[in-house]
């Protein structure tokens, strides 16, 4: 494994002369080499260009060949093999089961697009044919299709070094819609993301593209990050972040002279309502179940269940103690970097200190001085809840806090009072049928995915799947990171009216000659 610690612009590298960046194993405290150099505006200004000078030959590319390209990003990742687990575990303290499947995870996104890419229902045909004898007036020909928006820039996620990173989601979908992409990759990890870059760019490589499709550079602060959204070259950006981090960027994409969408993942606690007929029926069942999924990789999910919402009664308390029990035994877990610890730690001492807060159960300390997250259960009542905003606020790691109101309408009161949130899970037995059914509505309005008798944790990547919500979970509640819809970020329609049929694009001409599904005339025909 060699690791220079060099930015890749283009299909070139260099070390960056903009301060040092160097990752640290949070589970040992030992400082990796080498040290990586940041990137300067001018660099940004390279990247970009690059990106630019790509995109009108990348976008005209057969989808074929653009499948082909993603494929050999999967395939060249695989390729790395042992070296890139054993860095990424050295980097974030993540176990090597979890990082092995969340690589397939970050391939099949990849090989996952590349189908989408040859089935072509990303592009949205529609043809609608003249009409010239219409009365009172003739309708002209028209016809649409989606077109990549223009350059991406890509933050990279800490919390999924390879899934939501340099060749994660965003990176995949905003290729395959003919996007060329710059990666800031993320500080906590930038061994990892030299080794995933270097695989894009032997990738771009052996498919011949134009090198300026792909580059990633480091920032050892915030400035570069701002001078790449800001960029007028880039049309649109992925970010996996803190809600301050996301804002703070949304507001150069929005401020530009040119606006640009800005696809920020930032907060969620991901509520999970308890019902009375499943507590009746299983709520000690329940328990240690919710208490697996707060406690998984260390509560640093954005989908980790931070909120549980129920009436209160026996069955809750028989559900409060049994959960409470699993805490106490789950031991204390290293979290990806000292920053998100010591905010961690902060969160919960707020939860101690609030004075209506109950302190439920604490889990197994971990050593001094280490970088380990001791997970948290609270108490509170539903009034208290709905009475101090900062008890809605995400505590990103593995506490949670159970709000016990006092009867069906009160839970309604506080799921209404809620934010933004990229899921909400109902557990419920066919005796909560009535209830599911009235609240159902408000659901709908506060998350962009609901589950049955389950968990937020553990994101399907299909084509059914949303990843997003309304805010503050997503800067953007239509749009999706994860599934086949995410494609959808970086493009738009342009319809084309009375176009010669020879200057048509294949995609609409008469004949469908890539044979793919359209709507015609406002019905869908198959290729």
Same mark, same amino acid.
């Given at each position: 494994?060699? @690791?220079?610690?060099?930015?890749?612009?283009?299909?070139?590298?260099?070390?960056?002369?903009?301060?040092?960046?160097?990752?640290?194993?949070?589970?040992?405290?030992?400082?990796?080499?080498?040290?990586?150099?940041?990137?300067?505006?001018?660099?940004? &200004?390279?990247?970009?260009?690059?990106?630019?000078?790509?995109?009108?030959?990348?976008?005209?590319?057969?989808?074929?060949?653009?499948?082909?390209?993603?494929?050999?990003?999967?395939?060249?990742?695989?390729?790395?093999?042992?070296?890139?687990?054993?860095?990424?575990?050295? &980097?974030?303290?993540?176990?090597?089961?979890?990082?092995?499947?969340?690589?397939?995870?970050?391939?099949?996104?990849?090989?996952?697009?590349?189908?989408?890419?040859?089935?072509?229902?990303?592009?949205?045909?529609?043809?609608?044919?003249?009409?010239?004898?219409?009365?009172?007036?003739? =309708?002209?020909?028209?016809?649409?299709?989606?077109?990549?928006?223009?350059?991406?820039?890509?933050?990279?996620?800490?919390?999924?070094?390879?899934?939501?990173?340099? *060749?994660?989601?965003?990176?995949?979908?905003?290729?395959?819609?003919?996007?060329?992409?710059?990666?800031?990759?993320?500080?906590?990890?930038?061994?990892?993301?030299?080794?995933?870059?270097?695989?894009?760019?032997?990738?771009?490589?052996?498919?011949?593209?134009?090198?300026?499709?792909?580059?990633?550079?480091?920032?050892?602060?915030?400035?570069?990050?701002?001078?790449?959204?800001?960029?007028?070259?880039?049309?649109?950006?992925?970010?996996?972040?803190?809600?301050?981090?996301?804002?703070?960027?949304?507001?150069?994409?929005?401020?530009?002279?040119?606006?640009?969408?800005?696809?920020?993942?930032?907060?969620? #606690?991901?509520?999970?309502?308890?019902?009375?007929?499943?507590?009746?029926?299983?709520?000690?069942?329940?328990?240690?179940?919710?208490?697996?999924?707060?406690?998984?990789? !260390?509560?640093?999910?954005?989908?980790?269940?931070?909120?549980?919402?129920? #009436?209160?009664?026996?069955?809750?308390?028989?559900?409060?103690?049994?959960?409470?029990?699993?805490?106490?035994?789950?031991? !204390?877990?290293?979290?990806?970097?000292?920053?998100?610890?010591?905010?961690?730690?902060?969160?919960?001492?707020?939860?101690?200190?609030?004075? &209506?807060?109950?302190?439920?159960?604490?889990?197994?300390?971990?050593?001094?001085?280490?970088?380990? $997250?001791?997970?948290?259960?609270?108490?509170?009542?539903?009034?208290?809840?709905?009475?101090?905003?900062?008890?809605?606020?995400?505590?990103?790691?593995?506490?949670?806090?159970?709000?016990?109101?006092?009867?069906?309408?009160?839970?309604?009161?506080?799921?209404?009072?809620?934010?933004?949130?990229?899921?909400?899970?109902?557990?419920?037995?066919?005796?909560?049928?009535?209830?599911?059914?009235?609240?159902?509505?408000?659901?709908? @309005?506060? *998350?962009?995915?609901?589950?049955?008798?389950?968990?937020?944790?553990?994101?399907?990547?299909?084509?059914?799947?949303?990843?997003? $919500?309304?805010?503050?979970?997503?800067?953007?509640?239509?749009?999706?990171?994860?599934?086949?819809?995410?494609?959808?970020?970086?493009?738009?329609?342009?319809?084309?009216?009375?176009?010669?049929?020879?200057?048509?694009?294949?995609?609409?001409?008469?004949?469908?000659?890539?044979?793919? !599904?359209? =709507?015609?005339?406002?019905?869908?025909?198959?290729?």
């Amino acid at each position: 494994m060699n @690791l220079t610690g060099e930015l890749l612009i283009g299909g070139k590298s260099r070390k960056g002369t903009n301060g040092e960046i160097r990752g640290e194993n949070p589970a040992t405290g030992e400082v990796l080499e080498p040290a990586f150099g940041g990137a300067t505006k001018a660099d940004v &200004e390279e990247a970009a260009a690059l990106a630019f000078d790509a995109f009108a030959g990348y976008r005209a590319l057969p989808y074929e060949t653009r499948a082909t390209f993603l494929e050999a990003i999967a395939e060249h990742i695989e390729a790395l093999g042992d070296d890139l687990i054993v860095r990424v575990m050295a &980097e974030t303290g993540l176990p090597r089961p979890r990082l092995e499947g969340e690589r397939a995870r970050t391939t099949g996104q990849l090989r996952l697009f590349a189908s989408v890419l040859r089935d072509g229902g990303f592009l949205e045909a529609r043809v609608d044919p003249a009409m010239p004898d219409r009365k009172p007036l003739p =309708r002209p020909d028209l016809r649409l299709r989606n077109v990549p928006l223009g350059p991406v820039a890509v933050f990279g996620a800490s919390n999924f070094p390879l899934a939501f990173s340099v *060749a994660g989601g965003d990176t995949a979908s905003a290729l395959a819609a003919g996007c060329p992409v710059i990666v800031k990759a993320h500080p906590a990890h930038p061994g990892t993301s030299e080794l995933v870059g270097r695989a894009i760019q032997a990738a771009v490589a052996s498919v011949g593209l134009h090198p300026g499709v792909f580059s990633m550079i480091h920032d050892s602060g915030y400035e570069v990050s701002q001078a790449l959204v800001a960029d007028p070259r880039v049309k649109a950006a992925g970010f996996t972040g803190s809600r301050r981090g996301g804002l703070a960027l949304l507001a150069i994409a929005q401020g530009r002279p040119e606006p640009i969408p800005f696809y920020a993942e930032m907060s969620s #606690i991901n509520p999970v309502i308890l019902l009375p007929g499943a507590l009746k029926a299983r709520a000690e069942k329940i328990a240690p179940d919710f208490v697996a999924a707060l406690t998984l990789g !260390a509560g640093q999910f954005c989908t980790n269940p931070g909120l549980i919402l129920a #009436i209160d009664g026996p069955e809750l308390d028989a559900f409060v103690e049994a959960a409470g029990k699993a805490v106490e035994a789950a031991p !204390a877990s290293v979290m990806l970097t000292p920053g998100i610890c010591k905010a961690f730690a902060h969160g919960v001492a707020a939860l101690t200190e609030a004075k &209506e807060v109950t302190t439920v159960a604490r889990g197994v300390p971990g050593p001094d001085g280490s970088h380990t $997250g001791r997970a948290a259960l609270f108490s509170v009542a539903a009034a208290d809840f709905l009475a101090n905003p900062r008890l809605h606020e995400e505590v990103f790691g593995a506490a949670s806090v159970v709000v016990r109101a006092k009867d069906e309408a009160e839970l309604a009161k506080v799921i209404d009072a809620l934010e933004g949130q990229l899921t909400i899970a109902v557990h419920l037995e066919e005796a909560d049928h009535a209830l599911t059914a009235a609240l159902l509505p408000a659901l709908e @309005l506060k *998350a962009g995915r609901i589950l049955v008798n389950g968990f937020g944790t553990g994101v399907e990547v299909a084509p059914a799947m949303v990843h997003g $919500g309304p805010f503050p979970a997503t800067s953007d509640g239509r749009a999706t990171s994860v599934g086949t819809l995410a494609i959808a970020r970086f493009l738009r329609p342009v319809s084309y009216q009375n176009l010669p049929e020879a200057l048509l694009p294949a995609e609409l001409k008469t004949e469908n000659p890539l044979g793919i !599904a359209r =709507r015609v005339d406002g019905k869908v025909k198959l290729g």
